[in-house]
């Protein structure tokens, strides 16, 4: 069974604070991963995606993936409250397919 | 450039009534996704096209649901009869092309707005 794997949360960052959003993955065939953002009553929002080792950065936005340890990463620098919402993580699959992970909720606080 | 069109927005049923949904993918992207999502979940896989044709349909129940995407372009979703598990967000994605052996924004998917289906 393929998984992509979060914490739920939430998780609480203060305004201003570097948020950490973590997800692990089962698939080691896996080369594409994605992260998504989704406010509440909205579809998912792409806001980055990530094909090789090592760091990728966009804007206040980082992400990470380490595919010896089937981990991908991303980090919120200079959180917002306009953040405050939920991530998914996805890993595309040998099949060409996402697999979804549950999505982790995020709240920053003023 | 215009994003995925989806309609209608919010749909509410009596159980065992049909329903059906609507979606226009961006402008040139070949793979067209049908999704279902329950509060609390990640997206549900229900089918996958390529063009005019099915890739992957494992997670439809074909018992009540079927789609149909005739042209290549838009696709419609469809219910019937409906149950009260059937309530979710019905999303539809698209991408260039998610065949593509390429490792690249080929993959990238891009979802509509979605449409909130209450069945009572």
């Known amino acids: 069974q393929k998984e992509v794997e979060q914490n739920s949360g939430p998780l609480s960052v203060p305004e201003g604070a570097i948020a950490s959003l973590n997800c692990t993955y089962s698939?080691?065939?896996?080369?594409?991963f994605f992260w998504y953002r989704q406010y509440s009553g909205k579809s998912p929002e792409l806001i980055m995606s990530?094909?090789s080792n090592g760091d990728k950065e966009d804007g206040r936005f980082t992400a990470q993936l380490n595919k010896a340890s089937q981990y991908v990463s991303l980090l919120i620098r200079d959180s917002q409250p306009s953040d405050s919402a939920t991530y998914l993580c996805?890993?595309?699959?040998?099949?060409?397919?996402?697999?979804w992970g549950a999505g982790t909720k995020l709240i920053i606080k003023p | 450039e215009a994003g995925v069109a989806q309609s209608p927005r919010y749909k509410i049923i009596e159980k065992r009534q049909s329903v059906a949904f609507w979606c226009n993918p961006i402008?040139?992207?070949?793979?067209l996704y049908w999704y279902q999502q329950i509060l609390g979940q990640g997206p549900k896989l229900l089918i996958q096209f390529q063009n005019n044709g099915v890739v992957d349909d494992s997670q439809l129940p074909k018992d009540r649901f079927s789609a149909e995407r005739l042209k290549g372009v838009d696709s419609t979703l469809k219910i019937q009869p409906a149950k009260l598990e059937d309530s979710a967000v019905y999303l539809c994605?698209?991408?260039?092309?998610?065949?593509?052996?390429?490792?690249?924004?080929?993959?990238?998917?891009?979802f509509g707005p979605g449409t909130r289906l209450t069945v009572l």
């Open positions: 996805a890993a595309r699959d040998s099949n060409y397919q996402l697999i």
């Open positions: 994605a698209s991408s260039l092309d998610q065949t593509s052996g390429r490792v690249s924004s080929y993959n990238e998917q891009f």
């Open positions: 990530i094909y």
């Open positions: 402008s040139g992207h070949a793979t």
């Open positions: 698939d080691r065939v896996s080369q594409s």
